[in-house]
């Protein structure tokens, strides 16, 4: 069952290390010391389901991992001494070399006897015998292994920050314990007679609880290597992977293997009590995790407590496209149920010109409200009798050719946001003074609506504007200088011009001139090897090349679903695709846009900027996959 639990941690800490620190060197060589773990506690719960006569397979496939093992500490230390700028080309090729020489012993140990043999098989041992080689091997592997830990202990006391010397000193104190549980102790030394089994499960008890928490350790210190997300999120993000994953997994084992037979004491099958408990296991843990989520939040955010909350909150109140439609339709819902007609609809301001986005009622009559081309003089004249009307209520009713109108203002009455509107009854003609204070509270409900999404798409375009630049601070964050470096030296890739101030402007100079010139052909842009690909793909034509860079640049803002010329998540794709791919004046942008010249300035920067983002993710996706 431990076995088991160490399998489960070690495959579960591979895969978060895989999936966020890859890119780091650090967490690349302490994947593969976790896949070496991996493989030979699996090897271990092979090895106990199986019978006696297949033992040697399971004890020899555990020698595919531990002969890397030494190797991939040996890689990881020297991968910490770079981080701290004390780089060894020396050091780096031993370290390279030690994977070969670990191959070696891993085909002479699966393969021959040289290096371990056949052992005694019986219940309460299985082990195999020491070979010929067995004694180099135990050399090679204690010296390799304390070396790298060794070289730890430099990489410690070269860290300046208090945060990196404390993370890479839990690293050292975790450091040797997955190599103390993965070496085969009884293969140095066979033991005869065969000691109590009682003895034999404690020891193993010790040391896979031990091997499970240090991994958990190491990997915390290992973590921060190689991402851009500050160490909040990436605190935050650990803690609830490792209770969504090995802690979950754990606990599924635990009841597989713990459900004792009880037909006898039941009378129900022990498959049915099995899968009883490992669902309840599975969303006792869900609910565990919603209980724990605020104390995790405080350990992990006790400084920044109030402003994450803020974000949070505002993550949960923000009113997306489909959140406000669904909002006033059923304000029109509401509205057309009270006062008995036929149905409504709410029109929004969009430059000069009303667009309908939420209908009531049959579909015939929704075609008639979309339609209608009078609601900008129908908003006019219900907006000269909103002005007449005194205090912050909503505007007195409009009738307007067989429909009751109402103006939608800003708070502070001097700005119309639209018109929402109803189909008149016949009786009574009006509406009633018992009728009203309802209908202001519907026709304010539509009001606020539209008056916070106008607030939010402020901020929304804010974000798009400056993401830029709060990528390159987190870079910027998560570089540590060293003694020996140049002050404020950037990452690895800092030498690509994606990262230059001028990108953008390159970037802009590039669409101006999409279907042929000189910014385009001699472009800046051209240094980037996903441009260059894309050259050499096009059969050498830079125009050709350049145009399919920008285009699938632009095709990555553009949403899913169907084309809409007025959405504002469809606004930036639509300003591109209008005045670069298809160069269209501004004035007739604007006017299918339903947006004033300057407000399309503005938001056709913001465009070019995320298309240069966009770029600047290709180019670092291409470097990566190099």
């Not at 489960?8 to 690349?28: D, E, Q």
Request: a neutral charge.
């Amino acid at each position: 069952m431990l076995a088991s639990a160490v399998a489960v941690v070690a495959f579960s800490l591979f895969v978060y290390i895989v999936a966020y620190n890859v890119r780091s060197r650090v967490g690349r060589a302490f994947a593969a010391l976790l896949g070496c773990v991996l493989i030979v506690y699996t090897g271990d719960v092979l090895l106990a389901l199986s019978s006696l006569e297949q033992a040697e397979i399971w004890l020899r496939l555990q020698w595919v991992g531990i002969p890397f093992v030494p190797a991939a500490y040996f890689d990881l230390s020297d991968a910490l001494l770079q981080t701290t700028n004390a780089g060894s080309r020396r050091r780096t090729l031993l370290a390279r070399l030690s994977y070969p020489v670990s191959g070696a012993f891993t085909l002479l140990a699966v393969f021959t006897d040289l290096v371990v043999r056949e052992g005694p098989y019986s219940g309460e041992l299985t082990y195999l015998s020491p070979g010929p080689l067995f004694g180099l091997f135990t050399v090679y592997y204690v010296a390799t292994a304390c070396y790298g830990l060794y070289n730890a202990y430099r990489a410690q006391r070269r860290c300046l920050t208090p945060a990196s010397r404390r993370r890479m000193m839990y690293l050292v104190v975790a450091f040797l314990a997955p190599a103390l549980g993965v070496f085969p102790y009884l293969v140095l030394a066979p033991i005869e007679p065969a000691p109590p089994r009682t003895l034999i499960l404690t020891l193993t008890l010790v040391g896979n609880v031990a091997v499970a928490l240090m991994l958990v350790v190491m990997t915390y210190s290992i973590a921060y290597y190689g991402v851009l997300s500050p160490d909040r999120v990436v605190k935050r993000s650990l803690i609830v992977f490792l209770i969504r994953g090995p802690l979950l997994s754990i606990l599924v084992i635990g009841a597989m293997l713990s459900v004792p037979r009880v037909e006898r004491i039941l009378g129900l099958p022990r498959d049915t009590v099995l899968l009883l408990a490992v669902v309840g296991v599975i969303v006792s843990v869900q609910i565990l995790i919603e209980l724990l989520k605020p104390m995790v939040d405080r350990l992990v955010y006790s400084e920044d407590q109030e402003e994450l909350m803020a974000i949070r909150e505002l993550d949960r109140r923000l009113l997306a496209t489909s959140d406000l439609r669904q909002l006033l339709e059923n304000v029109l819902v509401s509205l057309c149920e009270y006062l008995r007609v036929e149905g409504g609809f709410v029109a929004v301001l969009a430059g000069d010109e009303l667009l309908v986005e939420a209908t009531c009622g049959p579909e015939q009559l929704a075609a008639e409200f979309k339609g209608h081309a009078g609601w900008s003089q129908a908003l006019r004249q219900a907006m000269a009798a909103a002005g007449q009307a005194n205090g912050n209520d909503p505007g007195p009713m409009v009738p307007y050719n067989g429909y009751w109108l109402w103006p939608l203002r800003t708070r502070g009455r001097e700005g119309a946001l639209g018109l929402l509107g109803v189909v008149a009854r016949s009786s009574p003609a009006s509406v009633t003074e018992a009728e009203k204070p309802v209908v202001q509270e519907l026709v304010r409900r539509a009001e606020r609506a539209l008056e916070d999404r106008l607030l939010q798409q402020g901020v929304f375009l804010a974000l798009q504007e400056i993401m830029p630049e709060i990528e390159q601070l987190q870079r910027w964050r998560s570089v540590v200088p060293y003694v020996g470096m140049p002050p404020l030296q950037a990452p690895q890739d800092s030498e690509s011009i994606i990262y230059r101030p001028e990108f953008t402007q390159w970037v802009r100079d590039a669409l101006s001139h999409y279907w042929g010139g000189p910014k385009l052909t001699e472009s800046p842009l051209l240094q980037l090897k996903v441009v260059s690909q894309a050259i050499e793909q096009e059969g050498g034509n830079t125009a050709k090349g350049m145009r399919a860079v920008l285009a699938r640049a632009i095709e990555g803002l553009k949403p899913d679903g169907q084309r809409r010329m007025t959405a504002s998540e469809w606004m930036l794709y639509n300003i591109l695709e209008l005045k670069f791919i298809q160069g269209r004046r501004v004035r007739e942008i604007a006017e299918r846009l339903a947006m004033s010249e300057s407000d399309l300035y503005r938001k056709q920067r913001i465009a070019i900027e995320q298309v240069a983002q966009q770029i600047a993710e290709m180019e670092a996706n291409n470097s990566r996959n190099e």
